[in-house]
């Protein structure tokens, strides 16, 4: 039996205690502009007990791809360091499926600003509006938190970058005076690895309060370098003496007079002390030859996977797939997952060893009419050596029926490859909109019709 229901259950259940335990939870649901470069942006605010009636700072989680971070809202290590930061914390749930929403410039900065305004009135805290923000992100939520220091670096008073993907802007010369971390894992795929190199050296010559983290022994999950950021954004709100450090050796440096370039900025000598732990020195320029490896895609078949999957409301439909190896490597699986509304993960094999049967299950409830996505994730190590992702892209379909004879109906003569878009009215709920003609026969005409702005064929 799946874990998923029991622990968002659990999770839900907890949440309706925020209130009795002292902090205050409140959400938020942006609304879309059109163009805007997400299809959903959805906020959780939390006001930590104990904290100061003026927050210092706005602590903002952004997670992975159409990752949703509401959840971690209630994690004990995120509450602490919004507590030591005198911060309100927000957990953000971006959509895109497929839409780059980690450039905030489109789209998606706006709805954090929407959310935080709306928060600030809800709990009378006008200075909100403006606080200085820490943006904790991972994989693109990595990517939206750096193109975040680039794209408004006044609005900011830390970053952290672990283990993005790529970046799309480039830092403006205030971009460097903002503490931030950029982190690889020295087992995520090599991209990334090159990527996140890439980016730090961009600090050179600028003196940049930026310290960068080679995660030795990980893969793409955040790992021990979330442990790193939530020290160096508790230091940078509460200033000691600041330290340095050589990236390519782990060696602490008395200053920053000396020829590194770049070096690793810290806001203490206990969080670089806490680096040294964690870092596995390489130089920078391996990092950014680092070789491509045989991807998981290449390594692993996926057999029994639709083009596409279609059920109506309130009907479920099962489709069992096998992950199979065509490798002479040893592939172990270390974590299966769904993300998309409607999509479930089911492991009908005993333990992740090859070949893995499981059931993939669209049901769609309380959803719109029309086509919605989600994303299959693999988690493996190749060799003994993790870090290897695999992510395939679900297609989904949500259909229905409407019966009912039409009050009004379109007369006049249709091409059979023309579009038309003629409103028409149904003894039932409408009016409804032909958006496009499918097909032509004797018994009539097959076409989408959009209603409510759902469709429905």
């Known amino acids: 039996?799946?874990?998923?229901?029991?622990?968002?259950?659990?999770?839900?259940?907890?949440?309706?205690?925020?209130?009795?335990?002292?902090?205050?939870?409140?959400?938020?649901?942006?609304?879309?502009?059109?163009?805007?470069?997400?299809?959903?942006?959805q906020f959780r605010f939390v006001m930590p007990d104990g904290l100061d009636h003026n927050p210092q700072c706005i602590l903002v989680i952004v997670p992975g791809t159409d990752g949703d971070a509401r959840e971690w809202s209630l994690r004990p290590e995120f509450l602490e360091t919004a507590?030591?930061?005198?911060?309100?914390?927000?957990?953000?749930?971006?959509?895109?499926?497929?839409?780059?929403?980690?450039?905030?410039?489109?789209?998606?900065?706006?709805?954090?600003?929407?959310?935080?305004?709306?928060?600030?009135?809800?709990?009378?805290?006008?200075?909100?509006?403006?606080?200085?923000?820490?943006?904790?992100?991972?994989?693109?939520?990595?990517?939206?938190?750096?193109?975040?220091?680039?794209?408004?670096?006044?609005?900011?008073?830390a970053f952290a970058s672990i283990k993005a993907g790529s970046f799309q802007l480039n830092p403006q010369d205030a971009s460097y005076s903002v503490p931030g971390v950029i982190a690889v894992g020295e087992w995520d795929d090599p991209g990334r690895i090159r990527n996140g190199s890439?980016?730090?050296?961009?600090?050179?010559?600028?003196?940049?309060?930026?310290?960068?983290?080679?995660?030795?022994?990980?893969?793409?999950?955040?790992?021990?370098?979330?442990?790193?950021?939530?020290?160096?954004?508790?230091?940078?709100?509460?200033?000691?003496?600041?330290?340095?450090?050589?990236?390519?050796?782990?060696?602490?440096?008395?200053?920053?007079?000396?020829?590194?370039?770049?070096?690793?900025w810290f806001p203490s000598e206990q969080v670089a002390e806490l680096w040294r732990s964690i870092h596995k020195p390489v130089p920078l320029h391996d990092l950014l030859l680092t070789p491509d490896r045989p991807s998981l895609s290449e390594l692993l078949e996926i057999e029994g996977l639709p083009d596409r999957f279609q059920a109506s409301k309130g009907v479920q439909q099962g489709i069992d797939v096998q992950l199979i190896p065509h490798t002479d490597k040893q592939i172990q699986i270390t974590r299966i997952g769904v993300v998309g509304q409607g999509f479930s993960w089911k492991n009908r094999s005993e333990e992740f060893?090859?070949?893995?049967?499981?059931?993939?299950?669209?049901?769609?409830?309380?959803?719109?009419?029309?086509?919605?996505?989600?994303?299959?994730?693999?988690?493996?190590?190749?060799?003994?050596?993790?870090?290897?992702?695999?992510?395939?892209?679900?297609?989904?379909?949500?259909?229905?029926?409407?019966?009912?004879?039409p009050s009004a109906v379109y007369m006049g003569i249709v091409d059979p490859n023309q579009e038309i878009e003629r409103v028409?009215?149904?003894?039932?709920?409408?009016?409804?909109?032909?958006?496009?003609?499918?097909?032509?026969?004797?018994?009539?005409?097959?076409?989408?019709?959009?209603?409510?702005?759902a469709g429905a064929t």
């Open 198 to 264: 890439a980016g730090f050296l961009q600090a050179k010559g600028r003196h940049a309060k930026w310290a960068f983290l080679n995660e030795g022994g990980s893969g793409h999950e955040p790992g021990r370098s979330d442990l790193l950021v939530r020290a160096f954004f508790e230091a940078v709100c509460n200033p000691s003496s600041a330290a340095w450090a050589d990236l390519e050796n782990g060696s602490l440096l008395k200053d920053s007079s000396l020829e590194i370039d770049p070096g690793c």
């Open 424 to 453: 028409i009215s149904l003894n039932s709920n409408g009016p409804f909109t032909i958006k496009a003609v499918r097909s032509l026969s004797d018994s009539g005409i097959t076409c989408q019709v959009v209603a409510d702005e």
């Open 83 to 157: 507590r030591k930061c005198n911060a309100v914390l927000i957990a953000c749930y971006y959509r895109g499926e497929g839409l780059g929403y980690d450039l905030p410039s489109g789209g998606s900065g706006r709805a954090l600003d929407d959310a935080i305004a709306y928060f600030s009135e809800k709990i009378g805290q006008p200075g909100l509006i403006s606080a200085p923000l820490m943006i904790w992100g991972h994989s693109m939520g990595a990517q939206f938190a750096f193109n975040y220091a680039c794209w408004k670096p006044e609005r900011l008073a």
């Open 1 to 41: 039996m799946s874990l998923y229901l029991p622990v968002v259950g659990l999770l839900a259940f907890l949440f309706s205690l925020c209130r009795i335990f002292g902090f205050e939870a409140i959400d938020f649901d942006a609304p879309r502009i059109e163009h805007d470069n997400f299809l959903e942006a």
């Open 353 to 405: 060893s090859l070949p893995i049967a499981g059931t993939i299950t669209f049901q769609p409830e309380g959803m719109h009419w029309g086509p919605v996505h989600g994303v299959l994730s693999i988690d493996a190590r190749i060799d003994g050596q993790p870090g290897e992702s695999l992510q395939i892209d679900l297609h989904g379909l949500v259909v229905g029926a409407i019966n009912a004879a």
